[in-house]
């Protein structure tokens, strides 16, 4: 089983400031099958990212994503204030798959 | 527009088990690969299992083997995820969620709350 880290745990940013989540694999993600969910307090997660790198319809283009094979990077350019939530990064080349811990954004 | 729409708040006893259903709308069950997903009261997302179409078989994480079973009623377009043996640890939110679009999770339930306590 691929174990997935994400760090930092909690991320505390203002809105307008860049964030920077990463997520490291135990093993290397078969043809970067990893992707980046968002979840808000009570609602179920929504996919930003797949395949690494490629955003999912309607997603704005200040979320991207980068990485390949052990370490994936998500990347929020300016925050909004919608943007505070929590990020689980998610690989799925592999079965089980497996997510990761989460990293919560809060406003500092 | 695909949707899946599960059934509601679930409390059960300590060696019990829970049946959830998932039922799919604007589109057909067959045509998609069904997985659930739980997620324990602050905590991370847990994936349990879902078919596989490469095999054509289910497939269920370790940690659960034995313990679910995840069954499909195309006649209804509803998928169910059935839990036994449960313990207060199982309490969660199960969300069913599939890949329509995309080669990851884009179309997920609204979750459903099983409350385990004696």
């Known amino acids: 089983e691929i174990v997935l880290t994400q760090s930092p745990g909690t991320l505390s940013l203002s809105p307008g400031e860049r964030a920077t989540l990463s997520c490291r694999a135990s093993?290397?993600?078969?043809?970067?099958?990893l992707a980046w969910y968002q979840q808000k307090p009570g609602q179920a997660p929504r996919l930003l990212i797949y395949?690494?790198?490629s955003r999912a319809t309607g997603i704005p283009d200040r979320f991207s994503g980068s990485g390949s094979g052990t370490d994936f990077t998500l990347t929020i350019s300016r925050l909004e204030p919608e943007d505070f939530a929590v990020y689980y990064c998610q690989q799925y080349g592999s079965s089980p798959g497996t997510f990761g811990g989460g990293t919560k954004v809060e406003i500092k | 527009q695909v949707q899946l729409v599960q059934s509601g708040a679930e409390v059960k006893k300590p060696g019990a088990s829970v049946k959830v259903s998932c039922k799919v709308s604007?589109?057909?069950?067959?045509?998609?690969?069904m997985h659930w997903v739980r997620q324990a009261p602050g905590k991370g997302l847990e994936w349990m299992g879902g078919?596989?179409?490469?095999?054509?078989?289910?497939i269920y994480a370790q940690k659960f083997q034995g313990r679910v079973t995840m069954t499909e009623d195309t006649s209804t377009d509803t998928a169910y995820m059935e839990l036994s043996s449960l313990r207060s640890e199982d309490t969660a939110v199960y969300y069913c969620a599939t890949y329509f679009a995309y080669d990851a999770f884009d179309i997920w339930g609204q979750g459903t709350m099983v409350t385990v306590s004696s």
């Open positions: 078919f596989d179409p490469e095999d054509g078989e289910t």
């Open positions: 093993q290397s993600v078969s043809s970067s099958y």
């Open positions: 604007g589109y057909t069950l067959t045509e998609l690969s």
């Open positions: 395949g690494a790198s």
